[in-house]
């Protein structure tokens, strides 16, 4: 998983899935329009200044509202590398790693400001704010969510599974 290094962008409390990808857009599952709309209801011009590999800060609850996994699925296709936040909807929290798009619980992502550099080490759980000279630890990713990102996802590492005879 490696070390990543971005900006970040700043999003608060209770971002939830209709947030994310606007349920109008929910008439298809294909990952790549998805990703033309994520968060186009609370910041229009997102898309515009977002770079791939950007990450999204968050505060509490991110990712409540709906069990699609339209939401996890548009952040990854739109290049977001992973979400830092406080607290993740625990149906969010399992469609994420379902669908190989990392997330990170951060107890301080408040203190993350937008625009700052962040440099996320991912084997040793921690997040290192270059532009406050800053560090904050996440939950360690358990083992088994660890293999599901490796892998892309569950239905990729199903694929995986099954062609190594592991049933």
């Not at 770079?51 to 509202?65: A, E, R, T």
């Not at 190989?100 to 704010?129: C, K, R, T």
């Not at 892309?152 to 099954?162: P, R, V």
């Amino acid at each position: 998983m490696g070390v990543l290094v971005s900006r970040a962008w700043k999003f608060g409390d209770n971002i939830d899935t209709d947030v994310i990808i606007a349920a109008r857009y929910l008439n298809t599952s294909d990952p790549a329009m998805l990703a033309q709309h994520i968060m186009e209801d609370v910041r229009p011009d997102f898309l515009n200044v977002f770079q791939k590999g950007d990450i999204i800060v968050g505060g509490k609850n991110f990712g409540c509202g709906s069990s699609r996994e339209h939401a996890p699925i548009a952040l990854k296709s739109a290049g977001v590398k992973c979400v830092i936040a406080e607290g993740f909807a625990r149906i969010f929290y399992r469609n994420a790693f379902n669908t190989g798009f990392p997330i990170l619980e951060v107890a301080q992502s408040g203190e993350i400001q937008e625009g700052d550099s962040l440099e996320v080490n991912m084997a040793d759980g921690i997040v290192f704010n270059k532009t406050q000279q800053k560090q904050y630890r996440f939950k360690p990713i358990p083992p088994f969510m660890q293999e599901l990102l490796s892998a892309g996802g569950l239905i990729d590492y199903a694929k995986l599974k099954l062609s190594q005879g592991v049933v």
